[in-house]
């Protein structure tokens, strides 16, 4: 007889895997991929791939060296390594993506101790190191060129730059903006390459929400906030501020809600710690769009909160069964 | 409608088909029994018997040490072969009397039937505790000490457990379906020695034809069959509690704080038998299932049988089996062999197969909060297993580990296959060593 | 200019004289030998004194209420140095390393199951009183690792544990952690030690572990004052544990050792021909 297993209680399992968890949000970004392909071409393609590559290579690099076994079949560094692509602009040279990638999985990751140690999105801070490193590649926009329009891709700027510089010079909305709210759900606009399709975003969550891997609080609760947030000072001067749909729709709003913030990684792990969570995130994104000096704040919104979450999770506690408040007794 | 339940939990796959359909079989007499003395919670009982002599069927021949303990009884007629330590469901061997059944299988004269009627509620208690009555449901703590609450804290609300949320275990569902006029004669008779002012059958919701038939027999009485949705830790009795009556026990505290109290179907019918008939608990229905076994079934057997002969009266072994388990797939223990005897509280032998057995490694956490939100009592498993790991365990406590009914739905959930509900436990026994040692 | 120099000047100065303030009125008064006995002590806190930390032992040692020698990883030259700040005798403190009594990794001893679950001994031990068949041996499970302040204790590719000489200081944290309390302090100068903790019959033993005590009396007979066998087991005498090496070769399954030589790293533990699986 071959020898028995003997283990401590629970002996079934849901079946769900890390690496499945993994490689389904992959799934879920293959439409933003598709957009971004179409209306931005070989260029977000290979952004896409020397990202992704990128990642890997670095994931298995860093690994090697810290003696640790390569895991790179968990899909974490693929997804890393995509979410950057999609948060980079569809000019970006070969070198600043790669760099990017190194910076994502190297200083955002491994060295925290690898998947499940790293208290920043990874992709994230790569975006930002590089938005702050290289601000003139980081927002250099592309209008988008749908494959087989014949066009080429013509530097512009994004509806958000276009709003920030009009209000930045002459206190007021520009007086006729390009696009319509239309091209910006489908992702007809110029930003980086995943950021532009709401719809494309919309239906990858749409999966992830169906598999049961994104609950809705923390991107109820940015989008939300968001929402409410942008309303109240467009209400307040609508010459100024531009309307929430626009706010919604523009930027990496919808990216950052329902990828970038959900990470689970870096954020709280209670109810009520991710509904802080996603509010803070579109409380601070409204902040810098409305008055900081960048034209996009959700990168910014979600790495602030990510130091926030240990707090949260100290704080959002969910209340025990059987206790009043936290740890008191009936 | 929207079933009653509570909040949290989670939904594995039932596997009930396996056995819900086969009726209760009564097991043949194996060629000898092995009874353990410790087989409840609370000081285990000491041999009242000597080697050679002849006993006869519900004979006492463990006697119970202190209040928190029940006697353990003859399973049949026989001869004490030996008194000796013999392997034990909970780990290491432990003392165990031996017998051999003399095949008469016929009861002690002693045991003498009595009308409930004539009874004090104290004699019913003392009843129910010489016939060595506990818990069935798997934890098997002494029915006695459950029936006799202090003054102050009056029992309201009866619940009786039919739930039986453990995945693949038909034995009460049998119960119920086969005896249900036994099982409510317990329950009258447990509402009275309670005073309990309510009473209520839950049943989860998977099991219509169960609740059909128990509303039918209710039918003119007090008794409310509470429908309930099909959720796993349903049957725990915190869980249980919170469903029925929208009221938590708190932290810390017993079900008699808030004016409950649970018993389980069989345990149900074991005071019937015990009050009314004077029988001593000798048996109990045991589902022996699983993909390992040839011919699953739902049988009556007597407490010390080992499981090598359930396992030969179920047609044998039809795969060599990858882990044996006494009890259901979330809370059940594993065994080292069949060797071992069946207790009060053996609700079934599920047999799995190599292929069943999930050995992947643990892997990093995530933090994706499945086991947060799987939790039944509200708890963050992740954080309270990181912490017992580490040894920190003034923080473990912090994070209400001593909480945690070790249900085994963070586990289930966790894609990262981390053995949360082991470590805490883990943590929980640190936590206890730590006040011990600290007066 | 002039008016952002002063504004700042002032501020300084303003925060000066409020740390200058706390500094004095929020002063708490330490004994200076304290201070100087926390300077003497090694500083990793690791408890071997039975204090939480070195602050906690060196309170004590101010207040005279414990030894001098209570800290195992100080060795002789602390406890010097404790002496002469306090101004005691110094009390010889015997230097004591821990010592893995078990040579039976998982190509020489075997495993009644397969354990799935916590990275523990403690944890496993208690399924099935720990997966391997032998109730004394090492668990490989790295309990004691994780416990060890000085990182002195490796886990060999086979699941043993095994203490490096060099790292060891003498505080026990391993020896508390252990659940099959496999491993044992032993004195510096000794070498020779018996690798076993089973205290099973000698025909039990051979059944699951080739390099066990078989309790066969042969080291006990070749150095009978160096070698005691209590439980079916040997093990040395430390007190004659010069006498001890004399058996080595008497010894039928090799779990008599003498590291005089110098104690091995982990992957060094057993002979070459460790590698042959074990006849079941």
Known sequence: MKQLYLSSSPHIHSGETTTGVMRAVLYSLLPACGVAVYFFGPSALSVLLIATLGCLASEAVCQRLMGQPVTLGDGSAAITGVLLALNLPPSSPWWLTLLGAVIAIAIGKQVYGGLGSNPFNPALVARVVLLISFPVQMTTWSAPAPLGSGLDLVTTATPLGEWKNAVMLTGQLPAEMQGSMTNFFIGNMPGCIGEVSALALLLGAAYLFYRRILTWHIPTAFVGTVVLLSGLFWLIDPAKYPNPVFHLLTGGLILGAFYMATDMVTSPVSISGMLLFGAGCGFLTVLIRLFGGYPEGVSFAILLMNAATPLIDRYARPRTFGTVRQGRTQ | MKLKTFAGGIHPPDNKQWSSHKAIENCPLPAEFVVPLAQHIGAPSTACVDIGQHVAKGQVIGSAKGFVSVPVHAPTSGEVVAIEYRPHSWGPALPAIMIKPDGEDLWSTELQPSDPGQLSTDDMIEKVRLAGVVGMGGAAFPAHVKMSPPPEKQVRTLIINGVECEPYLTADYRMMLEEPERILRGVALLQSVLGAERVVIGIEANKPDAIALFEKHCAGTAFEVVSLQVKYPQGAEKQLIAAVTGKQVPSGGLPMDIGAAVHNVSTAAAVADAIVRGRPLIERVCTVTGPAIREPKNLRIRIGTLLSHLVEVCGGLAEEPGKIILGGPMMGFTQLGFNVPATKGTSGLLLLRMQDVDPRPEGPCIRCARCVQACPIKLMPTTIAAYARRNLTAEAAEYCAMDCIECGSCSYVCPSAIPLVQTIRYGKAAILAKKRNSP | ?280
């Open chain 3, 1 to 280: 200019m002039l008016a952002a120099i002063l504004s700042l000047g002032c501020i300084g100065m303003i925060a000066a004289v409020a740390l200058g303030f706390a500094a004095k009125k929020f002063a708490v008064e330490v004994d200076p030998r304290e201070l100087a006995v926390m300077e003497a002590l090694p500083g990793a806190n690791c408890g071997a004194c039975g204090f939480p930390g070195c602050a906690g032992y060196a309170k004590a040692l101010v207040a005279g209420t414990i030894d001098v020698n209570q800290c195992p990883p100080g060795g002789a030259d602390v406890v010097a140095k404790l002496a002469r700040i306090l101004g005691v005798e110094a009390a010889a403190a015997s230097r004591e390393f821990a010592v893995v009594l078990c040579q039976g990794d998982n190509r020489k001893a075997q495993f009644k199951y397969h354990y799935l679950g916590l990275e523990d001994c403690t944890a496993a031990q208690r399924i099935a009183d720990g997966p391997k068949v032998c109730p004394g041996g090492c668990l490989g499970l790295g309990s004691c690792q994780r416990a060890c302040p000085f990182d002195a204790i490796e886990m060999t590719a086979t699941g043993l544990a095994v203490i490096n000489r060099e790292k060891c200081t003498g505080c026990r944290k391993c020896v508390a952690v252990c659940p099959r309390q496999v491993i044992r302090m032993t004195p510096a100068e000794a070498t020779v030690h018996v690798l076993c903790n089973s205290h099973d019959k000698g025909a039990v033993v051979r059944k699951y572990c080739q390099v066990g005590c078989i309790a066969c009396q042969l080291c006990k007979k070749a150095a009978p004052d160096a070698y005691k066998i209590e439980n079916m087991l040997a093990s040395v005498v430390y007190e004659h544990h010069s006498e001890a090496a004399i058996a080595l070769a008497k010894c039928p399954t090799k779990c008599i050792r003498d590291f005089a030589e110098g104690y091995p790293d982990g992957s060094a533990l057993l002979p070459a021909d460790a590698d042959k699986p074990h006849a079941a």
